[in-house]
């Protein structure tokens, strides 16, 4: 089982569809997180077709999106808690605001929004930000890949292209 981290896919008013070179990556096994906006439902019903997808809404996904999707949420896996939020306003401080959101205490924080791929710890919580598959600009599409393990999570950036 493989997790994915990706965020702000923008479809279609930035990319037309979600590139090959990641979806020739997933496995009906593997678990998907998104960040929020994928701007509309057709993005999200796709990705659910090829595995399981933990998803908040971003502030540019249409009402649709809006309506289904929290704004955040924390899922178990391997008894590691992982956080889900997409983000808000200037980039700067962004992974602050964002970590006072939540009330626990998370193994992971995935957050998007910014466009821009951000890998730290803050204390015991890793915050990553998987930057953008949706970017205009083919060299900077990214998504992430999260590795748990029982003593350590891992996460790795992946530059399409």
């Not at 009906?28 to 933990?54: S, W, Y």
């Not at 808690?81 to 200037?90: D, L, N, Q, V």
């Not at 605001?97 to 730290?120: C, E, N, P, Q, W």
Request: glycine residues 8%.
């Amino acid at each position: 089982m493989t997790l994915f981290v990706i965020s702000d896919t923008h479809i279609p008013e930035i990319s037309q569809k979600i590139p090959e070179e990641f979806l020739s990556q997933i496995e009906p096994e593997d678990i998907l997180f998104h960040a929020g906006d994928f701007t509309n439902m057709q993005t999200l019903r796709e990705l659910e077709k090829r595995c399981k997808v933990h998803a908040v809404r971003g502030n540019m996904d249409d009402s649709d999106v809006k309506k289904l999707l929290p704004d955040k949420r924390i899922v178990e896996i391997s008894g590691k808690r992982i956080g889900i939020i997409h983000g808000w306003g200037a980039p700067f401080d962004l992974p602050e605001r964002i970590k006072k959101k939540f009330d626990l205490d998370l193994d992971v924080l995935i957050f998007g929004h910014s466009h821009i791929a951000y890998h730290r710890r803050k204390g015991k919580t890793l915050l990553f930000n998987p930057g953008s598959l949706g970017n205009p600009n083919l060299e900077n599409r990214t998504y992430g890949i999260l590795r748990l393990e029982e003593e350590k999570i891992w996460a790795d950036l992946i530059r399409l292209g």
